[in-house]
């Protein structure tokens, strides 16, 4: 039953992705990109990795996409 | 049987990333990001009792302080868009 | 199982690789090697998996463990990530300052 | 551009079809590898004393390799700050609600015990020294954007404060490897002989490995805030 959720899990992730890749917007595929770290995250708990999935949690949740938004932020023009 | 409310919110979270893909504004996507992260908060939680494991409550939380970075950076960030589009 | 799982890594090296070669922004380009880089993690988390074992933190009531190792591997690999998305992020704003645009194909214009 | 898109995904196609065949050799993946290979989990407990293997192996086994990657961050901060152009992101520049403000301040020490915790306990329950470090960083993070408006704003740490934190962290783990070659025989070698082992699973327990521990934390924490007010070019 749960590789059933993770099979889910994993469709959804590729569909995440594409959409991040895909978008033309550069803010849209920045929260997709955070949601994409997200599903990451409860799939490394399906696969019993407590630690990354913490690490991951920690760091594709708030470091990076704080880190493109900063950018993105500077390389516009105002 | 905690595998019935897991699909529930699994579908939820499905009809909910279509607010992110579809969403004219930049706030519609923000605010269907950050209910998916709620979401999936639940999804987590329920996995603690899926696999008896309490030490998932703490990758729980600490999902959730990061988020709140998530939301405030962006935030902001669409603060500084209104302020200099004024629209 | 093992089918669609390698499949997920597969297509989600593919589809980075596919964002690398035809997008032309460069934080865009930054997102694909993220997305890359995730099937990777994905990779080295199912080598050391196994479908009773449980998270490798010892406790007397549990004999089944998870294989600790490719798990520490991609913990480095994960904080190491980070560290250089932010490189190419600060020579992404670098380039923007110098050329005032962040198209590879007119900032190889530009160069001559 | 160089090549049409047609005759990417033509290569990319053959590709993936190349990757599936080479992934339909590999050994099967729920095949218990963990059973035949699991030195770490049959031995680790006995040989460092803490109960989280993958702290063991990070901070134990593989010691060197989080120096090594410690060393990767302190390099990325370096040139980060030395590219970075100084020009100040324009949304630091909002002012945000009073609401707002005042929530953060009060949220802010209850991230920072938690940090804090994840650290200590890294050594018996998931997390460790890089977690809590990044928890750590994201404190400078939220300041920075919560009251990162006008020009006389407070600092929540100077530069140079940050920089003797992460400095302190690497000189650290490096003097407690120092200290595992003239009490052990080895770099970075567990100094179990003069620092208490303690019972396994409790606080004090697994010799060196809480204080490597802290110490990466300080570092990690210390290198990713720096990058951070780098990329936003703050003080």
Same mark, same amino acid.
Not at chain 4, 51 to 62: E, G, P, S
């Given at each position: 039953?749960? !590789? ?11 569909? %995440? ?12 595929? %920045? ?38 938004? %900063?950018?993105? !932020?500077?390389?516009?023009? !105002? | ?40 908060? /639940? ?9 008896? /494991? ?34 | 199982?093992?089918? #669609? ?20 922004? #460069? ?12 099937? #990777? ?7 050391? *998996? ?14 089944? *463990? ?13 904080? #190491? ?14 380039? *923007?300052?110098? *050329? ?13 | $551009? ?9 290569? &990319? ?44 192996? &990070? ?31 324009? $949304? @630091? +520049?909002?002012?945000?609600?009073? &609401? ?15 940090? $804090? ?5 890294? =050594?018996?329950?998931? +997390?460790?020294?890089?977690? +809590?470090?990044?928890? @750590? ?17 407070? =600092? ?13 962290? &690497?000189? $650290?783990?490096?003097?407690? +490897? ?15 002989? @003069? ?41």
């Amino acid at each position: 039953m749960i !590789n059933i959720f993770l099979v889910v899990l994993l469709l959804f992730l590729v569909v %995440v992705g594409v959409y991040a890749i895909l978008t033309r917007s550069l803010i849209a595929s %920045v929260i997709a990109l955070s949601v994409f770290s997200t599903t990451l995250t409860v799939i490394f708990l399906i696969l019993q990795a407590v630690d990354v999935a913490m690490t991951e949690a920690v760091i594709g949740a708030g470091l990076v996409t704080s880190f493109f938004v %900063v950018t993105i !932020n500077k390389t516009e023009e !105002n | 049987m905690i595998y019935i409310p897991l699909f529930i919110i699994m579908c939820s979270i499905i009809l909910t990333f279509y607010r992110v893909v579809k969403g004219p504004t930049i706030p519609d996507r923000i605010t269907a990001a950050d209910s998916i992260g709620t979401q999936f908060f /639940a999804v987590i939680i329920m996995l603690a009792f899926l696999f008896k /494991a309490d030490f998932f409550l703490d990758i729980a939380m600490v999902y959730a302080v990061l988020l709140f970075v998530d939301i405030l950076v962006m935030a902001k960030y669409l603060e500084s868009k209104r302020v200099s589009d004024n629209d | 199982m093992e089918l #669609i799982i390698n499949s997920t890594i597969i297509i989600l090296f593919i589809l980075g690789l596919y964002g690398l070669l035809t997008q032309r922004n #460069i934080i865009k380009l930054a997102i694909c090697f993220n997305i890359m880089e995730a099937s #990777i993690l994905i990779f080295f988390l199912t080598v050391g *998996y196994k479908p009773e074992g449980s998270y490798p933190i010892i406790r007397p009531e549990v004999d089944s *463990y998870v294989q600790p190792l490719p798990q520490a591997l991609a913990l480095t690999a994960i904080v #190491i990530g980070a560290s250089t998305t932010a490189l190419m992020l600060a020579f992404a704003i670098k380039l *923007y300052k110098r *050329y005032h645009t962040l198209d590879i194909d007119k900032l190889r214009r530009l160069r001559g | $551009m160089l090549y049409s898109r047609t005759v990417i995904i033509i290569m &990319l196609s053959g590709l993936f079809l190349l990757a599936l065949l080479t992934f339909a050799e590999l050994p099967p993946i729920f095949y218990d590898f963990a059973d035949k290979t699991s030195v770490y989990i049959q031995e680790g407990v006995v040989d460092t004393g803490v109960t989280n293997q993958v702290t063991a192996i &990070l901070f134990d086994y593989r010691g060197f390799d989080t120096l090594g990657e410690a060393t990767v961050i302190f390099a990325a901060a370096l040139i980060i700050s030395y590219f970075a152009p100084r020009k100040k992101a324009p $949304m @630091l +520049g909002v002012r945000l609600g009073v &609401l707002v403000r005042y929530g953060v301040a009060s949220i802010l020490p209850f991230i920072l015990i938690f940090g $804090m915790y994840i650290i200590f306990f890294g =050594h018996i329950s998931p +997390g460790g020294g890089f977690t +809590g470090g990044v928890v @750590l960083a994201s404190i400078v993070i939220i300041f920075d954007i919560t009251f990162g408006f006008g020009q006389g704003r407070v =600092h929540l740490l100077s530069r140079d404060t940050k920089k003797s934190i992460e400095s302190i962290g &690497l000189v $650290m783990f490096i003097l407690i +490897g120092i200290w595992g070659v003239f009490f052990e025989g080895a770099f970075l070698a567990n100094s179990s002989t @003069l620092v208490e082992k303690g019972t396994l699973g409790e606080f004090v327990s697994g010799g060196m490995i809480p204080i490597l521990n802290i110490a990466s934390g300080l570092k990690v924490g210390a290198g990713l805030a720096i990058i951070f007010n780098n990329l936003v070019k703050e003080n």
